[in-house]
């Protein structure tokens, strides 16, 4: 996790809290007219562990140039549920499980954050 959140985002485990992850892996299957053709019969989808992570360091610490072939041009601040309306379609199911299965830990980061 920590070396895809270096590449994607510049961010290393100093900056960031883990505050849960998801209970199994989570899939989805790319449309096959979505696929490279040199990648047809070779690739499929993507299995992922989904984390909620607290970001404890600066919004300056993000860096979007920090591998050699990024994959985002810009980030910004979002409120949870908003990446469910903005995500391609065949991808919708498991953001939407992924972030059901995490909203209860925002509820213990609240708890914590106020004692």
């Known amino acids: 996790m920590y070396r895809e959140l270096h590449e994607e ?5 100093e ?7 998801t209970k199994d892996w989570l899939r989805y299957d790319v449309p096959t ?5 040199e990648w047809r019969g070779s690739y499929k989808g993507q299995k992922q562990i989904w984390y ?3 970001l404890v360091g600066r919004d300056s610490d993000v860096c ?3 591998s ?3 994959e985002f041009d810009a980030w910004r601040w979002n409120e949870y549920w908003v990446p469910l309306d903005a995500v391609i379609e065949f991808k919708r199911e498991v953001y939407r499980l992924a972030l059901v299965e995490l909203e209860r830990f925002l509820e213990v980061d ?6």
């Open 33 to 37: 007219h979505w696929i490279k053709r």
């Open 64 to 66: 979007l140039r920090a």
């Open 15 to 21: 900056h960031v809290r883990i505050l849960g992850r």
């Open 9 to 13: 985002v510049g961010l290393t485990a």
């Open 68 to 70: 050699d072939h990024p």
């Open 110 to 115: 609240r708890t914590v954050r106020r004692s």
């Open 52 to 54: 909620l992570l607290r």
